[in-house]
C-alpha cells in the first residue's frame, strides 16, 4: 500500500491529490494541526483517524487494512475506521476521526467528529447484577465493554489483588528493567471506576459459587447475588519446589505485588539465577540484565522454548540472551539451596542473591470445580463462552473453548486473548450470542528483539522457514497436514497481520465445511 506525506495546513488539511485519483487501500499520514493522522481510501470512502494505536502507540500506517477497519502492526489492535472504536483489545480506547469533505476533486480534513453515542437496546432478560470474578485482563475488558455497551445494570468485580487491573505483560518487560515508570501500568485510572458505577473490590476471596442460588460466598461471609457471572480468575504461577529453599527465597512474578518484591531485592543483588527458560523467565532474565545483574538460566529443556517456536527460533532466542551476558545452564535442574549456594543437578554451584522461578502458570480451577461446573484441563465453555450452567460465564487463561481452526477444545495463556475473550463474554452476558473465533496471539520482547506469534500449535508435521532467522528477520510457520496452525515472527509485522488474517479466514471454512 503506498504511502506518502501529507503537509499541515492550520487547523485544517487540504490534500493536494485529485480525490478521483486516490487509489483503493491508499494511506497517507500527516498532521491536522498538532495531531498525528492516518488518511485512508476506501472506495469512495475517505477517513481520517489518529495515527497511533491507542495501546502502546504503535505506527498505524505501517499496520493492515482489513475491509473498513485498520489493525496495529505491534499488537494487533483493530479499529473501525468510520467511528475509530477499538472493536479488538488490546487497544481499549478509541481513535479520534476527522469530518472529511471533497470539492472540486480535492480532499479537505476539517475539524475533528465528535465521539459517536451507542445506544443501548435493553433485551427482555437482561442482568440486573453481572458479577465478575477476577482482578485481570478478562476481568477489565469485559467490564470495560459492559459499560461501553451502555450496560446500566450493576457491575460488582471481585479481585483478590491489591491494585486496580494493570497492564501485566510490562512487569516482565519495561516496568521490571526500570524503564517505565508504575504510572503507566494502571490499565485505567481509579476515576473510570468511580465514573462508570463499578464496584470494584479489591483483596476480596470468593470462597464458593452457588449455581442454583445464583451467589457468590466470600471468604469475610458475606455473599452477593448475580444474574450472570464471569469467572476470570487467571492463573497462578508454579511453585519451584528445592531442597532446602524457603518460600521466601524464590520469588515468582504474577502480580504487581510479585513485581515490586523483585524489584526491592534486586537493588542490592549482583548475581541472579532464574529458574525456567519460559516467556516469561527470559523476559525476567532480560529485565534484570538491564538493571546490570549477572544472570543465571537454568532450565531442564536443551533449547529454550522450541517447543513453541520451533529449533530455528530457539536458537536465535538463545543467542539472543548469551550475547546480552545471560549465562544458560540448559538441561540441568534446581536440586538443593544452601543459603546463596545452589547446586545444580549437574553438579555445578552458582552464588545467587536473587532467585526468580518462571515455571509456567496453572490456571485457578478450584472455585469452579467446587461449583459443578464441567472441567476439561480448564474450565469448559462452549463457543460463546459459557459453562455447562446458564448464565455463568468463562474468560482468560481459565476457559477452554472449541476452535475451529484447531478444530478440537484449546486452553490458551495469552493476555491478548484474555482481553478479548473478556469483551466476547460481555456481549454474550448481554444476550447477543457472539462466537468466540479470534485467532489467538501473543507478543514477547527480548531486549530490543520482538517476537509476535499468530495461531495456536501445540504440535506440527513440518516447519516452514522464510526470511533470515538467525539475521532477526523472517518468520516460521507451523503447518500439520499442509494447513498453517501458527506464525512465528521477528520483526514481519505486517506478516504477521497477514498471517493472522489468512487463519481467521481458514477457521471461517473450517467452520462451514
Known amino acids: 500500500m503506498a ?8 487547523p485544517d488539511l487540504t490534500l493536494g491529490v485529485p480525490a478521483d485519483e486516490m487509489p483503493d487501500g491508499v494511506k497517507l499520514v500527516g498532521h491536522v494541526g498538532q495531531d498525528p493522522v492516518l488518511l485512508v481510501c476506501r472506495g469512495d470512502n475517505i477517513f481520517v483517524i489518529g495515527a497511533q494505536c491507542t495501546h502502546y502507540n504503535g505506527p498505524l500506517a505501517e499496520g493492515l487494512i482489513v475491509d473498513d477497519t485498520v489493525r496495529c502492526p505491534w499488537h494487533h489492535a483493530c479499529f473501525d475506521l468510520r467511528t475509530g472504536e477499538a472493536i479488538r483489545a488490546p487497544a481499549l480506547s478509541p481513535l479520534r476521526t476527522w469530518r472529511v469533505e471533497q470539492r472540486d476533486g480535492k480532499i479537505f480534513v476539517r475539524e475533528k467528529n465528535a465521539p459517536p453515542e451507542k445506544k443501548h437496546h435493553r433485551t427482555r432478560d437482561e442482568p440486573k447484577r453481572i458479577v465478575i470474578v477476577g482482578g485481570g485482563a478478562a476481568g477489565l475488558a469485559a467490564t470495560e465493554m459492559l459499560r461501553r455497551q451502555k450496560y446500566e445494570g450493576d457491575i460488582v468485580m471481585l ?22 515508570p508504575e504510572e503507566w501500568l494502571p490499565l485505567r485510572d481509579a476515576s473510570f471506576y468511580s465514573d462508570n458505577a463499578i464496584d470494584l473490590r479489591l483483596n476480596t476471596t470468593v470462597a464458593a459459587i452457588d449455581i442454583k442460588a445464583r ?260 518468520l516460521v510457520r507451523m503447518q500439520r497436514a499442509g494447513r498453517t496452525l501458527a506464525v512465528a515472527s521477528i520483526f514481519r509485522d505486517l506478516e504477521s497481520l497477514k498471517a493472522e488474517v489468512n487463519l481467521e479466514r481458514d477457521a471461517i471454512r473450517e467452520g462451514s465445511a
Open 3 to 10: 504511502e506518502e506525506q501529507a503537509q499541515p495546513a492550520g
Open 215 to 474: 451467589e457468590a460466598a466470600l471468604a469475610n461471609g458475606d455473599t452477593i447475588p448475580f444474574d450472570r457471572l464471569l469467572l476470570a480468575t487467571g492463573a497462578e504461577p508454579v511453585q519451584a519446589s528445592i531442597p532446602g529453599a524457603k518460600a521466601s527465597d524464590v520469588l515468582v512474578l504474577r502480580s504487581l505485588k510479585d513485581c515490586r518484591a523483585i524489584i526491592e531485592r534486586a537493588k542490592t543483588a549482583r548475581r541472579a539465577v532464574v529458574l525456567g527458560a519460559s516467556f516469561i523467565g527470559l523476559e525476567v532474565a532480560a529485565a534484570l540484565r538491564a538493571r546490570d545483574i549477572e544472570v543465571h538460566v537454568v532450565a531442564p529443556e536443551e533449547h529454550p522454548m522450541a517447543k513453541i517456536l520451533g529449533p530455528d527460533l530457539s536458537r536465535v532466542v538463545r543467542a539472543i540472551h548469551e550475547q546480552h551476558g545471560v549465562v544458560p545452564h540448559l538441561g540441568e535442574t534446581a536440586r538443593g539451596l544452601e543459603g546463596k549456594r545452589m547446586t545444580l543437578s549437574g553438579g555445578s554451584v552458582l552464588e545467587a542473591d536473587l532467585i526468580v522461578a518462571g515455571l509456567g502458570v496453572r490456571p485457578r480451577l478450584s472455585l469452579a470445580e467446587a461449583a459443578g461446573l464441567k472441567i476439561d484441563r480448564g474450565i469448559a465453555v462452549d463457543a460463546f463462552l459459557e459453562t455447562n450452567a446458564p448464565g455463568i460465564f468463562a474468560a482468560g487463561d481459565v476457559a477452554r473453548w472449541p476452535d475451529r481452526l484447531a478444530g478440537e477444545a484449546i486452553r490458551v495463556e495469552h493476555w491478548v486473548v484474555a482481553e478479548r475473550q473478556g469483551q466476547t463474554a460481555a456481549l454474550n452476558m448481554l444476550g447477543r450470542r457472539e462466537r468466540f473465533d479470534a485467532v489467538p496471539f501473543f507478543w514477547s520482547q527480548h531486549y530490543d528483539v520482538p517476537i509476535n506469534y499468530v495461531g495456536h500449535a501445540e504440535s506440527w508435521d513440518e516447519l516452514v522457514v522464510e526470511g533470515d532467522i538467525a539475521g532477526k528477520d523472517g
Open 159 to 180: 479481585s483478590s489483588d491489591d491494585t486496580a487491573p494493570v497492564d501485566r505483560p510490562n512487569l516482565s518487560k519495561d516496568y521490571l528493567a526500570g524503564s517505565a
